[in-house]
């Protein structure tokens, strides 16, 4: 059981340059969540999907897409990619319920020359 | 709007001594509180969790957890640390649509 994969799991991006992160849940789980960690800040919530065809704003959007076609899949993208989008970003999926844990990914590491 | 308050960005403790992490939340509902933890290069691994009931509840690894509704106040426990268990731990209240709101994290380091 795969549980919540992301991919790639590093990557080194020039200033405008796009690009799009995958994460895939084998859980059958309909939440889905993209967020960032920087240092000292915990992590913020991008975007999140509560099914499929759904997406919804976090507290830091600006900047990023998201698209959730398929139940398991969960995108995110760059348009024209900044530094200050350097930063872990982790994806999350949860069944439903709030009293339901986040089951989080690997993370990926995206650093933005 | 939520928020989670850590007070301690860092904390060393000795292999073997008592741990207690603090974390206070700001939720005007009953809140739904959660304990992570990261260990380096990995992503978040839930420990424990609250919603309703016994005020005292058991996580894995042999944490334990207390919620007192009175101090707002869901402070993050154990006994006896190893030098295993240093990483760094998130407090979250889940804000609706099961999103979560999270604290900035305390790294907790165990000296031998």
């Known amino acids: 059981n795969a549980g919540v994969t992301q991919t790639p799991k590093f990557r080194v991006l020039k200033t405008g340059q796009s690009m799009t992160l995958l994460c895939a849940q084998d859980?059958?789980?309909?939440?889905m969540y993209w967020y960032r960690q920087d240092p000292g800040m915990g992590l913020r919530l991008i975007h999140y999907s509560v099914g499929e065809g759904t997406t919804a704003k976090g507290e830091v959007p600006d900047g990023y897409n998201v698209s959730r076609l398929k139940k398991q899949n969960f995108l995110l993208g760059l348009e024209s990619a900044a530094p200050s989008q350097t930063s872990v970003y982790f994806c999350?999926?949860?069944?439903?319920?709030?009293?339901?844990?986040?089951?989080f990914g690997d993370g990926t590491r995206l650093s933005i020359l | 709007a939520q928020s989670v308050t850590q007070p301690d960005i860092h904390i060393t403790v000795s292999e073997g001594a008592s741990l207690e992490l603090r974390c206070n939340y700001s939720y005007g509902a009953t809140p739904y509180l959660f304990w992570y933890v990261q260990s380096p290069g990995q992503g978040l691994q839930l420990l424990l969790k609250?919603?309703?009931?016994?005020?005292l509840v058991q996580g894995i690894k042999g944490f334990e957890a207390e919620f007192k509704r009175s101090q707002s106040s869901f402070n993050l426990r154990k006994p006896s640390v190893h030098w295993s268990d240093a990483a760094e731990y998130f407090c979250a209240v889940n804000s609706g649509y099961s999103t979560l709101t999270f604290g900035k994290g305390t790294m907790l380091l165990v000296s031998p």
């Open positions: 609250y919603f309703s009931g016994d005020t």
């Open positions: 859980m059958n789980h309909e939440y």
């Open positions: 999350a999926s949860t069944p439903t319920g709030r009293d339901q844990p986040q089951h």
